[in-house]
């Protein structure tokens, strides 16, 4: 693949301003380690082999980047940010973001509501997107909500069991629900409808006050990943995702 080519499917601008950047000597190129800082290439038409076993590493105005065919990643959001790159009340979760995801058109796998916290998916593929927001799919979602009042038995079997929520033909039900502490509730839920735990909880007489994602399939939030920060997802984040 020629480097123009590289630069923009990478998200650093349309082909003219990625062609820019290289005849501007602002790219360099690593070794296949990106242990070093890289040969400068000035050559938009250079070619390289994107798709070799090991990984092609290169660099913008200095700031490194790995070449990848799709993008899957991984924010621990905080409150006040909405899941648009069109927000109209809040920040956009993108503005937390390096701005090559949404110019190669990285999207929310799923929304979080504005004051939702935690595990927020977003990525590139399609495929990817579509497997973790289809109701068909079925993907467990492990939520920890921080109640208004005291969680009891009865609410956690009424969640268990199914409650029913406005504008919903049948109950929905929680895969599970138990309370971490008097006012802290662990639920997993298949579905992704509206504001769905806020309204669960409410229906089983309840509010939720706080509520923070925590898991989706079998792929945990890090506790390292610090709120507001952002990793890249590797093979075996994917697969931990898939096999919940």
Not at 22 to 29: L, P, T, Y
Not at 61 to 69: E, I, V
Not at 90 to 96: E, I, M, T
Request: glycine content about 10%; charged content about 25%.
């Amino acid at each position: 693949m020629d480097l123009e080519s590289i630069l923009f499917t990478q998200g650093f601008g349309s082909r003219r301003q990625c062609r820019g950047l290289i005849a501007d000597g602002r790219v360099s190129i690593g070794d296949r380690s990106g242990a070093t800082s890289g040969t400068l290439c000035d050559d938009p038409d250079a070619q390289f082999d994107v798709e070799a076993d090991t990984p092609f590493h290169f660099s913008v105005d200095g700031g490194p980047w790995t070449w990848r065919k799709h993008a899957y990643v991984l924010l621990n959001k905080p409150a006040g940010y909405e899941c648009s790159r069109d927000p109209q009340y809040h920040p956009s979760v993108f503005s937390l973001l390096p701005p090559q995801f949404a110019t190669r058109g990285v999207q929310c796998v799923g929304r979080l509501d504005q004051d939702t916290t935690g595990l927020l998916l977003l990525s590139d593929d399609g495929q990817f997107v579509h497997a973790f927001t289809s109701p068909k799919r079925k993907v467990p979602k492990v939520y920890l909500a921080t109640t208004r009042h005291a969680i009891d038995d009865t609410q956690l079997e009424a969640l268990r069991n199914g409650v029913l929520l406005h504008g919903e033909p049948k109950p929905v039900s929680a895969v599970a629900a138990h309370a971490r502490e008097s006012h802290r509730l662990e639920l997993t839920v298949l579905e992704g409808k509206y504001h769905q735990v806020k309204r669960m909880v409410a229906a089983a007489g309840n509010r939720v006050e706080a509520l923070h994602r925590e898991q989706v399939g079998g792929y945990r939030l890090p506790d390292a990943l610090a709120e507001g920060a952002w990793q890249w997802l590797d093979a075996a984040d994917l697969a931990a995702l898939r096999n919940g």
